[in-house]
Nanobody, 117 residues
């Protein structure tokens, strides 16, 4: 089992910045992919960004140029730097760790991000 603990959410005004962190512990497997998903009220959970253990990244179009995902493999931690935040970024943000084939998927408990206009 893998445990994921997120931190860094909160309330921010539009145009502001937040940095999310997610620390993984437990039976961490090599070659994992870590990512951030979000779920707004009444909407499906969506991928925001993910990053391979080698540093390859992938972003949803709506956050490109504003959000940056990174990871520290030595600390088993993934980060999401969110700049130029918009009210539509308001959601619960979930950390995720998975194998490449989605055979194993683990989730954090989520952290609320609220962007006021």
């Amino acid at each position: 089992q893998v445990q994921l603990v997120e931190s860094g959410g909160g309330l921010v005004q539009a145009g502001g910045s937040l940095r999310l962190s997610c620390a993984a512990s437990g039976s961490i497997f090599s070659g994992n992919i870590m990512g951030w998903y979000r779920q707004a009220p009444g909407k499906q959970r969506e991928l925001v960004a993910d990053i391979t253990s080698g540093g390859n990244t992938n972003y949803v179009d709506s956050v490109k140029g504003r959000f940056t995902i990174s990871r520290d493999n030595a600390k088993n931690t993934v980060y999401l730097q969110m700049n130029s935040l918009k009210p539509e970024d308001t959601a619960v943000y979930y950390c995720n760790m998975r194998t490449r084939t989605y055979l194993s998927v683990f989730w954090g408990q989520g952290t609320q991000v609220t962007v006021s206009s």
